[in-house]
């Protein structure tokens, strides 16, 4: 069967492939803007003012690696993302990358976020095994924090194993049975599936092999679960309980952190993950800035007033 015109053209144009022609090429693929995506609140509650959030960690961590993860959490916030206003930064802060999610709230008539730590809770033992079903994060939530309106992160060391971990995904975000109280789970994918679950830090296990990114915090699996702990906490924010902000089934829905996976700058499209800012010190890559000075890698999420994937550079 013969090709249109068109992709004939495509395709000489990717085969002639200088330099200047690659650039054409990206142009060209950048043209093109998918439909836009609208959300739909189902009326159903959010997690909105002050949240209490504790997190587990289940499994050895190293200290440096509870303080890149800690450190972003508090990073959303406003008030601890950037406390000297008048400050030069190099990237936006943590917190206006959070800024779609404060839409989302305020569309609703809610409150704006603020992120409180409540607790941290160490099991380096693995009390419950080092193979666990997606039951056992609900429990594991449950037990640290049983409080309603609150929010748990629990998250799962290198050489711990989780039910659908890579095969279904890098993280997922449910509620308790009383559907009072949500959690998030992510695990450190070092070990298990860098290339799905720390990309843009690792070769992607399919699709060209382009050479990795220097992580922001030298830290893969820390710095890779950052970009799924970041997107979880915008999806768990907005619809909580399944009655909140998505579009598609409740089985399976597109909320404001899943919509826009693989963005992460300008110009992104599936393994490029975009025009971002690089370290002179270090060479990582980064597009935001939190908490001590700390740099991120943070995903693109859905803007509500755009129904477009927002990238902050």
């Known amino acids: 069967m013969s090709l249109p015109i068109f992709v004939v053209a495509l395709v000489l144009v990717h085969l002639s492939c200088t330099t200047d022609i690659c650039s054409a090429s990206r142009r060209l693929t950048s043209l093109y803007k998918p439909p836009p995506l609208v959300l739909k609140y189902h009326d159903g509650p959010l997690l909105d003012g002050d949240v209490p959030v504790s997190v587990v960690w289940y499994g050895r961590f190293a200290p440096s690696q509870k303080s890149i993860i800690s450190d972003f959490v508090l990073s959303l916030n406003p008030e601890r993302s950037h406390p000297q206003q008048n400050a030069p930064s190099p990237a936006p802060f943590v917190s206006s990358w959070w800024e779609p999610v404060q839409a989302y709230l305020q ?40 409080k309603s309106h609150e929010l748990t992160i629990v998250l799962t060391a290198q050489d711990v194993a989780v ?31 860098p290339g799905q679950c720390a990309w843009p830090f690792q070769r992607p296990i399919y699709g060209p092999q382009t050479e990795p990114l220097v992580a922001p915090n030298g830290d893969v699996g820390a710095d890779g679960m950052v970009i799924n702990i970041g997107a979880l906490m915008a999806s768990a924010v907005t619809n909580p309980f399944g009655k909140g902000f998505y579009m598609g089934s409740v089985s399976a829905p597109i909320e404001v952190g899943s919509a826009c996976t693989g963005s992460f700058g300008k110009g992104s499209y599936p393994g490029y993950a975009g025009e971002l800012l690089v370290d002179l010190g270090n060479g990582a890559s980064y597009n935001a800035v939190g908490v001590n000075g700390r740099k991120y890698l943070l995903p693109a999420l859905l803007d509500p007033e755009t129904s477009q994937c927002r990238t902050i550079v």
């Open 107 to 146: 569309k609703a008539g809610r409150k704006d976020t603020r992120f409180v730590l409540s607790g941290q809770f160490s099991d380096e033992d693995c009390s419950l095994g080092r193979i666990l079903k997606r039951f056992q994060i609900s429990e594991l939530a449950r037990k640290a924090n049983p």
């Open 163 to 193: 039910e659908g971990f890579c095969s279904s995904g890098c993280g997922f975000h449910g509620s308790s049975d009383a559907g009072d109280s949500a959690f998030i789970w992510v695990g450190d994918s070092t070990m298990q599936c």
